[in-house]
């Protein structure tokens, strides 16, 4: 029987994380936002970025269009720096200080494309690999950002060397959640519809979840067992939705807004929350954590004996001493233990001789190990 002091840590855990986000580190969890169709300094995009502002997130993506109208270069610090400079790598414009480290990933959309095949948008960020498509990792997850433009030199349909590219990179990519994020939707009830160039196979190579923009909404469509969500309310104008295509959830376009994004180990849970504060969708992605090796030495032991817990991401965990009726004598180890292996010493004090159960306990996962007291 479980011990009810392990729902109080899991609460404790969940809360702590929940409030603090990025205080709680890289490796348990990630806050971050996620805002698109946003570069047009209006009102909406001001209150939009004051609302992310709030949420102190660790970095933001943009899902493109970043720059209204035609991605010129004399409006691009006044639609992106003037309200997001401070998450900036490299900032170099009029609004103030940049940010030390990276914190700031968008992708290209079509209106940053419309000037010099985006050559202000390129000259303007500081992003890895070529700048128009690159993958980045931020502790529990691995992000995929793609230039879904048919003017992409290097394609956007499915066998295109972009889309290779991708499919390596999901493969060899070892982290809990691979997000993927493009401007045009593969999938959307919108009035600029669904993007067949860009059905590619996400989950079969291994997407958690696809993000989206380009049509002026939020919406979440369940797609062949992968969760795809538009994300176009950043600030520019909004798009009606009349008709719901196959798939569709949920949809919402009533005012601008942004997506607040927790990752864990286990679960990436998306908000979507109006500039008002008004909850729009909270929805929950999960994964199980994957308990590692488990082991006594020596085993049997008389007077003390080495736990040795290996554990392949940072997790909350119980580690305790079962006799042979199941029931608890003694407990190891209670709270969060980071990736990787730890040794747990174990004293026998005054048990008895006999058999007893070591229990590694994260979550609704656990494993067990006979011992041999003697």
């Known amino acids: ?17 929940a409030l603090v986000g990025i205080g709680s580190g890289p490796a348990w969890g990630q806050r971050f936002a996620v805002v698109g169709d946003y570069g047009s300094a209006s009102v909406g995009e001001r209150d939009v970025a004051q609302l992310i502002a709030g949420w102190n997130p660790e970095f933001i993506l943009t899902m493109g269009d970043n720059n209204y109208e035609r991605g010129s270069a004399a409006t691009i610090d006044t639609n992106i720096g003037q309200f997001y400079h401070q998450y900036i790598l490299n900032y170099q414009g009029r609004y103030g200080a940049g940010s030390p480290t990276q914190r700031f990933y968008p992708c290209l959309g079509n209106h940053d494309l419309y000037t010099g095949a985006g050559k202000p948008y390129l000259e303007y960020f500081t992003l890895p690999g070529n700048e128009r498509y690159y993958d980045f990792v931020q502790g529990n997850v691995h992000f995929f950002a793609l230039n879904s433009d048919n003017s992409e030199p290097d394609g956007n349909t499915s066998t295109s060397a972009q889309a290779q590219w991708l499919k390596g990179r999901l493969a060899e990519a070892r982290e809990p959640w691979k997000v993927v994020y493009l401007h045009h939707a593969p999938y959307s009830s919108g009035p600029h519809g669904s993007t067949i160039a860009l059905q590619w196979p996400f989950r079969e190579w291994g997407a958690s979840v696809v993000l989206a923009g380009h049509d002026h909404q939020y919406e979440r469509l369940e797609i062949d067992g992968l969760t795809y969500l538009v994300n176009g309310l950043g600030g520019h104008s909004r798009y009606a939705t009349p008709v719901a295509v196959p798939g569709s959830q949920t949809r919402f376009s009533g005012d601008y807004g942004a997506m607040r994004v927790l990752a864990t180990p286990d679960s990436l849970q998306f908000e979507f929350i109006t500039r008002s ?98």
């Open 277 to 374: 504060q008004q909850l729009i969708e909270r929805y929950t992605l999960r994964r199980p954590v994957q308990l590692g090796l488990l082991s006594v030495l020596p085993n049997p032991f008389s007077e003390a004996a080495r736990v040795q817990v290996e554990l392949p991401v940072t997790t909350a965990v119980l580690v305790r001493v079962l006799d042979s009726k199941g029931q608890e004598v003694a407990r190891l180890q209670e709270g969060i233990l980071p990736a990787g292996r730890h040794t747990i010493g174990w004293e026998r004090g005054s048990l008895a001789s006999g058999i007893y159960y070591i229990q590694l306990q994260a979550g609704p996962q656990s494993r067990t190990v006979a011992v041999q007291v003697e």
């Open 1 to 17: 029987m479980m011990h009810s002091g392990w729902f109080s840590l899991m609460r404790r855990v969940v809360a702590v994380v």
